[in-house]
């Protein structure tokens, strides 16, 4: 992607802006900014960065502007992040018999968690999942997400303050019903806004 200097002087503009402050800058705001004179030549730099797939924005909207897709792989680029790490699949084990060779080795592509801000990892405390194998001393890959389904497990926060490892269930009458994987814990149950999902499991790492 060639750019002019004027050109990355907007790119840089628009995306530190985004940076900063969570929302994309008025047409008015980035002529300030960059000392021009004119919105108009704004508009310009915008419709030509736009057909360079360094930018996007919604029609009819204000504050539409978003990073393009050409814009984000060549930031990725120039600042060397690693490729998504892989690892070969030699085989495949069956309990006391040979080892099933896979013949050329496969990779198989694990999360890359540099790239994916979403993603974090916690260990595990305790044995309230014990009866899903989920052990203490486990790491949990947890994705942030608001919204989750029926049955999966989940970080929970209730009251704001208490942070525990649940499996999610949304009862008709506004309730959350949270299950653990151990008999001997009741389930609890409790009004939907004193429950706020901080992710769900989606996968486990166990060191031996």
Do not use: W
Not at 47 to 61: A, D, F, N, S, Y
Not at 166 to 171: D, E, I, P, S
Request: glycine share 8%; proline share 5%; charged share 25%.
């Amino acid at each position: 992607m060639v750019l002019t200097k004027q050109q990355k002087k907007v790119m840089n503009y628009i995306a530190g802006f985004l940076r900063d402050r969570d929302y994309s800058p008025s047409f008015q705001e980035i002529a300030s900014g960059l000392g021009l004179r004119s919105v108009a030549t704004v508009h310009k730099h915008i419709g030509t960065l736009e057909r360079k797939g360094c930018l996007r924005r919604g029609r009819h909207r204000s504050r539409s502007l978003e990073l393009g897709h050409k814009y984000l792989q060549d930031a990725r680029k120039f600042r060397k992040e690693p490729a998504m790490l892989e690892l070969p699949l030699l085989g495949r084990i069956k309990l006391g018999k040979p080892i099933e060779r896979v013949d050329p080795p496969v990779l198989i592509p694990l999360i890359d968690l540099k790239r994916n801000g979403g993603i974090s990892l916690f260990q595990v405390q305790g044995d309230t999942f014990n009866q899903d194998n989920i052990l203490e001393g486990d790491y949990l890959l947890i994705e942030s997400s608001l919204m989750v389904e029926d049955g999966e497990i989940v970080v929970a926060i209730i009251d704001g303050t208490e942070s525990t490892l649940k499996r999610y269930f949304k009862q008709p009458d506004d309730c959350i019903r949270l299950l653990s994987a151990n008999a001997s814990i009741e389930p609890m149950t409790l009004p939907a806004d004193r429950v706020a999902i901080q992710g769900r499991v989606i996968g486990m790492l166990r060191l031996y």
